[in-house]
């Protein structure tokens, strides 16, 4: 994918669909860490926890809308996961199952950082997947403030990931158009 070497010739539509992916991403770490800040109780502000789990799902439909990957398998179980996941959201106003909902969305977080790991070598990439997966065990088990101790640092790596994806140029996220499986 990231093949500095060979720069495919992108369209309005290509160069659009790179900046939301990215956008996504941004999104993503904030609301990870605006996630992680409503599950400590440091704001105990009405409808903080719903407003974060929209600006997650919002992050989650942007990255899946936009994602670039060549084998359709892959891309297909990390776009539907995303769709699940804000499905669940929309039909859990309670949030009785936050756990479940979020974990639709972190298996989609988790195939992207895998994704941008195997593509470039962004520090803390390989460990998102563990993280996101031991934060949603401990909504299961109502450890609340453990898992958003890990959905912060896990928002720091996303972060990080993001702020070093704005620096590179778009055709890095394309890659070559005729790999793609359709």
């Known amino acids: 994918m990231a093949n500095p070497e060979y720069q495919e010739k992108l369209d309005s539509l290509d160069k659009l669909s ?3 992916y990215r956008t996504g991403i941004s999104l993503f770490a904030i609301a990870l860490l605006f996630l992680a800040l409503s599950l ?3 704001f105990n502000l009405t409808h903080t926890l719903s407003l974060s789990l929209l600006i997650t799902g919002i992050a989650a439909a942007m990255c899946a809308a936009n994602l670039h990957v060549y084998n359709k398998w892959v891309r ?3 776009v539907w996961s995303a769709w699940i996941g804000i499905l669940l959201i929309l039909s859990d106003p309670q949030q009785g199952r936050v756990w479940l909902s979020l974990g639709f969305l972190f298996i989609t977080l988790s195939g992207l950082a895998l994704k941008e790991s195997f ?3 962004v520090l803390g990439l390989k460990v998102v997947p563990i993280l996101l997966a031991s934060s949603i065990g401990l909504l299961y088990f109502t450890q ?3 898992a958003s101790i890990l ?3 896990t928002g720091l790596i996303v972060g990080y990931l993001s702020f070093k994806k704005w620096q590179m ?3 890095f996220d394309i890659g070559i158009k005729a790999n793609y499986e359709i």
């Open 18 to 20: 790179v900046c939301l």
């Open 40 to 42: 400590s109780s440091l």
């Open 76 to 78: 297909t179980i990390i």
């Open 119 to 121: 593509c470039f070598k």
């Open 144 to 146: 609340t403030i453990y």
């Open 151 to 153: 959905l912060a640092l």
């Open 169 to 171: 140029p778009l055709h």
